[in-house]
């Protein structure tokens, strides 16, 4: 990853997807690697959108989504191919750790 990026706001994307993540470089990953934890809460920005930008780092987006064989059926999802780049519009609203709206009848 280009180090003109550490410590920004990044767009990873790919076919599948875009998801936005923050940028922080170190010398314990391979060059020309991105590691993205999982875990975070998918918040498209769009939910309506099929191909909303995924706004809290939700790899998912990016991944396949098939077992490895009928056998096995573990996840192909830990590795995928994405291109990087710096975020540079303003953020969107997180709202996944916001409680969806009550309906009263």
Not at 9 to 22: E, P, Q
């Amino acid at each position: 990853m280009n180090s003109g990026l550490n410590g920004n706001i990044v767009r990873l994307f790919n076919d599948r997807g875009a998801c936005l993540a923050a940028a922080v470089l170190y010398e314990g990953i391979r060059p020309g690697v991105i590691e993205l934890p999982t875990g975070a809460w998918y918040d498209p920005a769009d939910p309506v959108r099929e191909d909303s930008l995924e706004v809290h780092g939700n790899p998912n987006v990016l991944t396949r989504d098939a077992g490895t064989s009928r056998i096995a059926q573990g996840p192909t999802a830990h590795s995928c191919l994405v291109e990087v780049e710096r975020f540079s519009k303003p953020l969107p609203e997180i709202k996944v750790f916001r409680q969806p709206e009550i309906v009263r009848d």
